[in-house]
């Protein structure tokens, strides 16, 4: 089950970045841990602190205003 879900994962992230270019995909790496926290707590019952939440959505926030931010830029790879 886990190397499936490894290669499927990994599969999908390999196919968004030469879609769209490492530079527009890079900064979701950032989400990995937001969606470990959150399958702990759904999975494992693990009981999650105010700390683990806020800066939980401190990156979640963080992402989002980048993405705002940088709404007209568009980062591409150089090939072509």
Do not use: M
């Amino acid at each position: 089950l886990v190397l499936c879900s490894s290669l499927l994962a990994y599969g999908i992230w390999y196919s968004l970045i030469h879609r769209h270019g490492v530079g527009s995909i890079a900064i979701f790496v950032l989400l990995q841990p937001f969606f470990t926290l959150l399958a702990s707590s759904w999975l494992l019952g693990e009981h999650l602190t105010l700390p683990q939440w806020i800066g939980a959505w401190v990156t979640v926030g963080a992402i989002f205003i980048y993405y705002r931010e940088c709404k007209g830029v568009v980062v591409r790879s150089d090939r072509s």
